[in-house]
């Protein structure tokens, strides 16, 4: 894109929102570089940040976009920093700022929801929540300071039993990228009553569609909220280190699949020497219901062979005054900061951190063979192995962190250079990768090539009828569409080049092409 095309665009964004809207200014938009590489590296800069204050100045800008050919990037909070924060994926790029659009619309008591925009932290939903009702909790991550829509759409996690955040929202209203705008479910019916009480409307379900997608901007989520548990029972499990994460796991997935549990567990690897394994989870609901659940969970890890069970018991309303540990705090839907001072302390005062989030079946050998397949990696190249392990009933996600000081360009730079290899052998031996940084996003989905690429081509189609000028967040998740690709040529190619060199069904681990150098892509940007 031209420099005159983007200040036409600029004009016209200007005019249209006001000045105090469009930001150009460069410490400005140096604010919304990826915190957490290099910052000698260079990056795709944006020309602009836009702060669209309703969804009308939304639809506004995407039609700007159109007619400019500009490419935007959306964000809610753009606090993802260890999968690359606001940064967008190609130059010149308007960043579209949703931080304004920070209203909690609806909280229903009765039934246990909320409808929010986008702008909305966790933080202030749970404000708003407290402020509306005694009767309800709400699940956050380890960090609260991002949005409860940009985690929900990047398929983020919490633990509390409403912990798997993309299966807890209800009905999204959207703008797509030719500027209509739509309701999903139970929404699109005009006087419709229940868009955030059922989530199955008529015909085919499009909500899935917008999750970790570039299809369009979400400016409505409902949110399921959970009833405030009269008990919650805070449980910690520790097992000497190595084999027994498998015992650990093959404990936890009975209790998960009957419901025994139903928080989402994390088993972490304490730090040496003396490491141990801990997994950490609640027990939510009526007090004798909790206390028997708790008999059980007793009971099953008694028969693991070096377990220690301690169990905190809460009142409904104990932790909220306080009580408890950072993990205890967020177990119980309560949102903080505490996690920051872990990147601090391993990466320094400019500390930062490359994710990695690989997923395995819940089967002991499997979680055995990831665990050991990522310590190899990460420990050869020099950094520590400290995974956390995000228990569901059929699964783990291996979330490990590769952490570094920011100034330091060979630290940054191994983190980077692991990547890719790390990648192409969990993809390899069977483990997918479900969230990725942004400069590693068409790698990722290259491994997703089951079928000659049948699910890439499927995306493909859809960005290109869905987003037809391709002006929404361009190669996010690996997806281009026939105008970005034709703009951005060799971005693109090599995207494409990357998709064709992935594994393919049945193939031999040594199949699997090597992924290009994303670094040097991102420096090519
Ligand atoms: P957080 O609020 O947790 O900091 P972000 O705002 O960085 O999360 O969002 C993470 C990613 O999710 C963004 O890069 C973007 O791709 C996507 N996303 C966030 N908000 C929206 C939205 N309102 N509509 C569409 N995609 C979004």
Redesign the pocket.
């Known amino acids: 894109m031209g420099t005159r095309t983007a200040d036409a665009a600029v004009s016209a964004l200007i005019d249209a929102l006001g000045a105090d809207a469009v930001a150009v200014e460069p410490q400005r938009l140096a604010e919304f570089r990826d915190p957490y590489t290099f910052q000698g590296w260079s990056a795709p800069d944006p020309v602009a940040v836009v702060s669209p204050g309703s969804v009308e100045e939304v639809r506004r800008v995407v039609v700007i976009a159109n007619q400019h050919e500009v490419p935007l ?8 920093n260890a999968y690359g ?2 940064s967008a994926r190609v130059p010149g790029s308007v960043l579209v700022s ?1 931080r304004r659009m920070n209203r909690v619309l609806e909280i229903d008591e009765e039934l246990a929801y909320a409808l929010v925009e ?1 702008g909305v932290r966790f933080f202030d939903l749970y404000d708003a929540v407290r402020a509306a009702s005694e009767r309800l909790w709400i699940s956050v991550p380890v960090l609260g300071w ?2 409860v ?3 929900t ?2 398929a ?1 996690w919490g633990y509390t039993p409403h912990g798997d955040h993309a299966s807890h929202f209800c009905g999204l209203e959207v703008v797509l990228g030719t500027g209509e705008l739509l309701r999903t479910g139970m929404g699109a019916l005009p006087a419709g009553r229940a868009w955030q009480a059922h989530k199955r409307a008529f015909g085919p379900s499009t909500d899935g569609l ?1 999750v970790q997608s ?1 299809f ?4 409505k989520m409902g949110v399921w909220l959970m009833p405030k548990p009269e008990a919650y029972v805070h449980c910690r499990v520790q097992v000497p280190e190595r084999d027994d994460v498998a015992g650990l796991a093959e404990t936890l997935g009975p209790l998960l699949l009957d419901r025994t549990i139903q928080g989402v567990p994390l088993i972490s690897l304490g730090p040496p020497p003396g490491r141990r394994w801990t997994a950490r989870f609640g027990l939510y609901g009526r007090a004798p219901v909790v206390e028997a659940q708790l008999a059980v969970v007793r009971t099953a890890f008694a028969a693991l062979p070096g377990a220690e069970l301690e169990a905190v018991h809460y009142g409904a309303d104990e932790v909220a005054l306080g009580a408890g540990d950072m993990l205890e705090r967020v177990m119980a839907g309560i949102p903080s900061m505490d996690a920051m001072a872990v990147v601090r302390l391993q990466g320094g005062e400019h500390g930062g951190q490359l994710d990695f989030s690989p997923v395995a079946p819940l089967r002991g050998a499997d979680v055995l063979r990831l665990c050991e397949l990522v310590r190899s990696h990460v420990e050869a190249a020099g950094f520590p192995y400290s995974p956390g392990l995000i228990v569901t009933p059929r699964s783990i996600i291996h979330t490990s962190h590769m952490p570094f000081d920011t100034l330091d360009e060979q630290r940054v730079g191994a983190a980077f250079e692991l990547y890719p290899r790390l990648a192409a052998a969990t993809a390899a031996a069977g483990y997918g990768i479900y969230r990725s940084h942004v400069r590693f996003m068409d790698t990722v989905a290259a491994q997703y090539d089951w079928g000659e690429g049948a699910l890439g081509r499927l995306n493909e189609r859809l960005k290109d009828a869905l987003d037809p000028r391709g002006i929404l ?1 361009p190669g ?1 998740q690996g997806v281009w569409g026939m105008a970005a690709r034709a703009r951005w040529g060799a971005t693109a190619l090599q995207a494409e080049a990357s998709r064709r060199s992935g594994s393919r069904p049945g193939g031999r681990a040594d199949d699997v092409g090597q992924p290009p150098d994303e670094r040097a892509r991102g420096a090519e940007l």
């Open positions: 990037w959306t964000f809610s909070q753009g606090r993802n924060g606001a949703l986008p991002g949005s829509v940009g985690n759409l990047e983020g917008f570039n369009g901007i979400v400016t967040s996010k």
